[in-house]
């Protein structure tokens, strides 16, 4: 269920998508990967929710927000044990269904296609290309080129480098890290409520419109997309 639609008839000439939780069905690994390196150093484990609050944020803030006791010299272990955890896991993260078919619908159909996300550039890099769409997004940032969400830079730096007017731009995004900061770029939002945020936390950020599940993501986005 769409709970509530942008004005009737606005097209889109463009998508920006956030990668974990709103293509890729990571949400449960990152949240696992994140309280296995709280517990393999011996640090005060978080509930899941915390957790999956701070996925995509970069990892140096989720860990100011996540483990604030954790002191600057056990940085470089908590992500070391954090990525230990996560690369065993990476095998069972796949897209959502339908958004590989999706993806490449809208970039056939013209379509504008971009990822802003808290996840490195390797580790970004790596999931497109064992999923096989590098041909998909015209062009992509990661926390390594740009100030991370909800700060807009990542945001503004694909606009100027697709030439592409705000009002003609979709951000689409599992969390409110996402709707902040397409506000702040001056971009309509899609929030998901299948990922990391609640659709009560989502809300309270005030997207253009929300969608409930994957299908009715897919279907909203096809009918103003292109």
Not at 14 to 35: K, N, P, R
Not at 77 to 90: G, K, P, S
Not at 96 to 115: H, P
Request: charged content about 25%.
């Amino acid at each position: 269920m769409t709970m509530y639609p942008n004005p009737p008839g606005k097209q889109y000439r463009a998508v920006i998508f956030d990668w974990d939780g709103t293509l890729l069905d990571s949400t449960h690994h990152i949240v696992g990967a994140l309280l296995g390196a709280c517990r393999d150093l011996g640090l005060r484990e978080p509930s899941r929710e915390e957790a999956g609050w701070v996925i995509g944020l970069s990892l140096q803030a989720a860990l100011y927000r996540l483990v604030p006791e954790l002191g600057a010299d056990r940085v470089d272990d908590f992500v070391d044990r954090y990525r230990t955890h996560f690369m065993a896991l990476q095998h069972e993260m796949h897209l959502f269904e339908g958004q590989a078919q999706l993806l490449r619908d809208l970039s056939a159909g013209g379509s504008v296609l971009g990822v802003a996300t808290g996840k490195s550039r390797r580790g970004l890099d790596d999931s497109i290309r064992r999923l096989g769409l590098q041909e998909v997004f015209r062009a992509t940032r990661t926390v390594d080129e740009a100030r991370g969400k909800p700060d807009p830079d990542m945001l503004l730096q694909l606009l100027a480098e697709l030439d592409l007017d705000p009002a003609a731009v979709l951000m689409v995004g599992d969390t409110t890290h996402d709707v902040l900061m397409a506000r702040a770029a001056g971009v309509d939002s899609l929030a998901v409520a299948y990922g990391a945020h609640a659709a009560s936390l989502l809300e309270s950020a005030r997207p253009t419109a929300m969608a409930a599940t994957v299908p009715d993501m897919q279907a909203w986005i096809r009918a103003r997309v292109g």
